[in-house]
């Protein structure tokens, strides 16, 4: 089993940047995958990007080139750096624990203001 804390949310201008931070009570390094997922209100769960275990990372095509996911075993951290923030970024973050078993955390706020 695996609890995840996300951290790092919160109001940000249109172009602003943010980095949200992923811990998680065991050792990442072990874990098949690692996953942001958005949530905007009156939409379902979408992907924002992925890394696996081997480092290989996947984005949806709205944050490529914006958005970072990167993972620091040492740690049993994961981040998602946000750069050029939109206000259509706006949404609960959440971060996943991909394997035999999906685990997630509580969510995030961020706020995107035009």
């Known amino acids: 089993q695996v609890q995840l804390v996300e951290s790092g949310g919160g109001l940000v201008q249109a172009g602003g940047s943010l980095r949200l931070s992923c811990a998680a009570s065991?050792?990442?390094?072990?874990?098949?995958?690692m996953g942001w997922y958005r949530q905007a209100p009156g939409k379902q769960r979408e992907l924002v990007a992925s890394?696996?275990?081997?480092?290989?990372?996947n984005y949806a095509d709205s944050v490529k080139g914006r958005f970072t996911i990167s993972r620091d075993n040492a740690k049993n951290t994961v981040y998602l750096r946000m750069n050029s923030l939109k206000p259509e970024d706006t949404a609960v973050y959440y971060c996943?624990?991909?394997?035999?078993?999906?685990?997630w955390g509580q969510g995030t706020q961020v706020t995107v203001s035009s």
């Open positions: 996943k624990a991909g394997g035999p078993l999906d685990y």
């Open positions: 890394i696996s275990r081997g480092g290989s990372t």
């Open positions: 065991r050792r990442i390094f072990s874990i098949d995958y």
